[in-house]
């Protein structure tokens, strides 16, 4: 049993069943930073386990005002160490603390805790439905088992196991999370859960509520998902590492929630390459290396017609790609990724265009690159042509005309979006709609006229897509309360009278809470 | 190559690929009727998945109303032809005519396909969303894939494959149906599918918008539900047979909605036993033999605490099952796996405590049975006394008080349906709210006062349940608007124009669809 930091398990920080120990590395010079951090082993799992089934139980009785509490105050500790928590994320990640962590990444965490918690508060999420004919009743419930999370790399604070939103969504719909934090950021999520878990105390929710484990075997991870006592899992991270999840979590009827890869491809019309391709050209480049592109929506292929002003645009684009400095990628494993993937589609055809793909200098720098192919190219070897090349790395697929843009767009994937850059004077409308046709059912989010990057908490988002982009194109991982469902079971009442009913189902309605009432939403009582 | 009758595909009444023939049986004399069917092929399949995924294509475009149109004109069709419909089904079923199929199953099922008809003209599935601020807007969508529909033995028409609700939902949603129907009712399926198929062309949908198989190789079925090209699937049916279904589907990531076994424990409370507890005898054996005990909702555990009350409930019960005719179950297979079941009760301790379990007469009959076992004995074997005998058979397990019912509540698994009988007097009422919590995370439905037989198609419905009772918590296969939901992908549009969203997304509201705007249910046009 080597020494460790300590594991969050069943309400206090414990000594972990340490199997292997770990550090974080400062990615921008490549050496181990930081304290000891265990891998737990199959002792640490049914122990978090076991607590947070009870937890569940308990969980369920708890009044919504009681977990927004959690939630709003967990989102207060979280500003109030903005500092600190930014300084240890930029750390372990590289990412810049400004405007990347301090302005937007740590703001959005607390706001994202926060819009949990108004949807906790007001039961949006729950979609209370009463038809009085009949006497049923039915709401979206707590699934009364513990959500397992799984934090992906690339966002250490909003997307972090134990602060994120997969977090936020699972607990406001009051299931307990257990958190498998990602290992590339260990002390950020440290000091995450000690907030968390000084929350819970601070608003009484039962102590097992939030766990965390900082990492675990490779075969551990199937072991938890396959766990019946596991009501859900939040997956974000790579298509192998999510289906392997899947495939465990699927086998024990588990429901699982996996946001998994995705090229976003942007087609980008005639007609606004026409009125500013030169603005289209940094726009681009500045979207697809923000965060040395190590984003889930970072545009990763990029469809132009042939002719004056496509050819403007990647020469433009490539001049500056030309011109970009290397950039810091999180691990070696991402460096390596980024390579193999650009390696995949030299194999299949593409040239580089612009940028040096070089990884000079300390630590896992990576220059970004813009990799191009001609359309009947793509269409020779589609499959290689989209794989994913995580990183500041993008292909540009030049097309004769809207016939083959149309092809390589039916030939594309699932992903989380399709963008379409039309120009403001009508010219470029009927192929847009066409090319929109084609996408819908391809992509979660389409978008016009600007780059995918950027992820709003809004009510409207989908963050989410086809499969594999996705598990399950019915959900999304980001956005307030459309995210709470995913922790969610489907509860009916069959004429339970008043007193056994949750209260968002009861006749009296203080609350003003929206339910939809013999097919009217309403915020009336039932009379 | 046999002699079979013609399947429905590509929009025409085709002659098929037949791998095998089958007739269907009058279960009531155990004969072969009607005509020679086909088991189709591997080329039947392909020929539908391929004109499938055209017409998905095609009915994304079709407006609302024509869909709606469509459900209404197959519903009236099935009215207008309710009589030979009703013939038909009560010959290869042999349930009875009057009331089951003419006054219940029937009307049902036209009055379900007309409430999927209501949501798609009202886009109530859809719960359009609108952002304001950040110009985001997103809504459930069709698809873009066809569905595949296995019809169960129980329901030849409102679960039937080609008119049920899985079928209603799946169309309601704009997505083609390739229904599997049951091979148990092909006469039945074939009228349906005849009448379908002329309100499809009456209605000018995309011709292969409704096809139908009426049976394939043991192989193909899951082979159907792996296909990339499939949207999602929808099943009723066994837990055996929906989990080798769902099996498949998880591995190509295919979004698979089982309804598949439940055991439906009903827990009589002392009070209520002592207010009338005769007269709950006489609804539980009622409830139990209705359509030979062949409903996924059946009362099959029957948990009643010992003492006067208790015992003379049981007696009263089994008076009841002693005096009970021989039904006649759907088959052979329905038959032998009652009595299997039984066996397995049997063997794990109970006894029979009335009705005699005869399998005597004409056809596939069976005298309705209960059986008994002590608390003590139920805990000791609870996997084994809690698997379904379908059929009409019940198992009444006898307690020592709340305390034990409430171990037995503990050991259950999961159900669409719990019920509790509490006493008008409020003396059950602290007992009930114990075990409703311990009910609650284990059921689709919770009940009080009346048999889970009977599953009304509301809006506030919730017909599943946990993993293994349904596939997935969160979805219902009855009910409407929410059923259909399960049969869609959840879109966002990120700044698109008015001119290219959908109806429900645009500005103007001239249809006053119930839209959430910034939060706020409304009917109002967005300014």
Redesign the interface.
Known sequence: MKAAQPVLIDGDWRAADVVDTFRAEDPARAVAIGAHYPVSGARDLERALAAASSAAEAL??VPAWRIAAFLDAYADAIDANAAELVDLAHAETALPVSPRLADNELPRTSNQLRQAAAAARSY?WTLP???T??G???H??????PAVVFGPNNFPLAFNAVAGSDFASAIAARNPVVAKAHPLHPATSQRLAELAHEAVLATELPAASVQMLYHVPEALGPALCRDRRV?AVGFTGSRGGGLAL??AA?EA???FYGEMSSINPVFLLPGALGERGAALALEFFTSCTLGSGQFCTNPGLVVVPRGEAGDAFIAAAAAHFDGAAPGVLFSRGVLKNVQSGIARWREAGATRLGGSEGADGAGYRFAPVLFGVDGAGFLRAPAALQSEAFGPASLVVRCDGIGEMLAVAHALEANL?GTLYVAADGSD?EA??RL??VL??RV???????MPTGV?V???????G???SA??????SV?MP?AI??F??????????D??LPPELRDRNPGGI?R?VD???TTADVL
Chains 1, 2 share one sequence.
């Open positions: 369920v009785q949006a439905t009463i038809d004919k009949t049923l009743r039915s979206f419930a707590p699934l009364g088992k009501g899947k495939r699927d009827g588990v429901a979006t409308d847009a709609s929109a046709n819908r059912p979660g989010r389409l978008i016009e006229n600007h709003a809004s009510p409207a988002m989908q963050h989410g086809p499969y594999p598990s399950h194109a019915g959900f999304t956005g459309a469902r995913r969610a079971a489907l509860h009916g009442y069959d004429r339970v009278p007193a056994r929206a939809l097919g009217v939403w």
